[in-house]
């Protein structure tokens, strides 16, 4: 079965340094998301992208983010200088179509920890 | 803006009891409703979904939920666990129109079942 993947499972960076995450979507889906859950707290939306563009944001995602579809297959979540508040576990989604009844398949996750 | 809450953070059964994790939204629109499982170390995966028509929806493994409209609720049901079902659940909610595909999640219950 299709699966999403994400590189590394766990980084660890000093406070300052850039960091980008990776995620392989499942190859057929058109529609990429990131998340992330600081331990202890919700699931919180970050990004969605399609049509090689953002298609929608929150608060969260300041200049500090930014997300990129290099190549055909990767999809890559870029922090410009981590602080100690971006420590959390990353999620990478992808669905098939922005149409709100798809399901969205997670990746394991990223576990960034920032010194 | 729309929430997302889970009134169980922490459920211990032993096996063959009957679960019940309730959640309820908060969003005066209409709205698709998922129930989403993280196993120890695995993916968040799928375990239903609502859209529309019959309110008593069926997913894998067992697993039931329904959706009660004028209680905003979508709990998640289960008459007789097993010690494989011990994972975080974790409720979730889009809008149908206007808010993107962004999942809302709830802060999870970690569920135990014990031998």
């Known amino acids: 079965e299709p699966e999403v993947t994400q590189t590394p499972s766990h980084q660890v960076t000093q406070m300052g340094q850039e960091v980008i995450l990776r995620c392989v979507p499942i190859?057929?889906?058109?529609?990429f998301y990131w998340y992330r859950q600081i331990l202890g707290q919700k699931v919180e939306f970050l990004v969605s992208f399609y049509n090689n563009e953002i298609s929608e944001k929150s608060e969260i995602f300041d200049d500090q983010f930014s997300v990129e579809r290099p190549d055909g297959s990767n999809f890559t979540l870029k922090i410009r200088s981590t602080k100690l508040e971006d420590s959390a576990m990353y999620f990478c989604?992808?669905?098939?179509?922005?149409?709100?009844?798809?399901?969205?398949?997670f990746g394991p996750g990223t576990r960034l920890t920032v010194l | 803006a729309q929430s997302v809450s889970q009134h169980n953070h922490h459920v211990i059964l032993s096996e063959a009891a009957s679960l019940e994790l309730g959640c309820n939204y908060s969003?005066?629109?209409?709205?698709?409703l998922f129930w989403y499982v993280q196993y120890p170390g695995q993916h968040l995966q799928l375990l239903l979904k609502y859209f529309s028509g019959d309110p008593l929806v069926k997913g894998i493994k067992g697993f039931e939920a329904e959706f009660i409209k004028s209680k905003f609720s979508f709990n998640l049901r289960k008459p007789s666990v097993q010690w494989s079902d011990t994972a975080e659940y974790f409720c979730?909610?889009?809008?149908?129109?206007?808010?993107?595909?962004?999942?809302?999640f709830g802060t999870g219950t970690q569920l135990k079942v014990e031998l």
């Open positions: 989604a992808s669905s098939e179509s922005p149409i709100p009844y798809n399901e969205q398949f």
């Open positions: 979730a909610v889009n809008r149908v129109t206007g808010g993107g595909n962004k999942l809302t």
């Open positions: 969003y005066g629109g209409t709205v698709n």
């Open positions: 190859s057929n889906h058109l529609y």
